[in-house]
């Protein structure tokens, strides 16, 4: 249930990234959808090999750096669906952030 409620919670996030960003384009609910499942497999797959990759500059950097990380897995999430496209590293970085701030407020309300 929770993750189910994940993904719901990350295409509203997507969704409003679109609206309130400018270079983030989804098409439809059906692309945010896509957007928010793509973007849970990549975290699941991808992101804990480049966060041991990158961990000494993550430290170096007092853990800001997976903000970065973050966006580079927005970014890498537009390339799998059609409908979701991310010009730009600043747009990736907002649109990162708010599925962080989106997803902060449901570990906040569901823990």
Not at 42 to 59: C, G, S
Not at 75 to 81: G, K, L, P, R
Request: charged fraction near 10%.
């Amino acid at each position: 249930m929770r993750i189910l409620l994940k993904i719901i919670v990350g295409a509203i996030a997507v969704f409003l990234a679109s609206q309130l960003v400018t270079g983030i384009e989804v098409e439809s609910w059906k692309a945010a959808l896509f957007a928010s499942i793509a973007l849970s497999i990549i975290n699941l797959i991808v992101r804990p090999v480049i966060k041991v990759l990158t961990l000494p500059i993550t430290i170096l950097t007092l853990g800001l750096f997976s903000f970065v990380i973050n966006t580079f897995m927005f970014w890498m999430a537009s390339f799998f669906v059609d409908g979701f496209e991310v010009e730009g590293f600043v747009a990736a970085f907002l649109g990162a952030l708010i599925m962080t701030v989106a997803n902060w407020i449901l570990g906040w309300f569901t823990d």
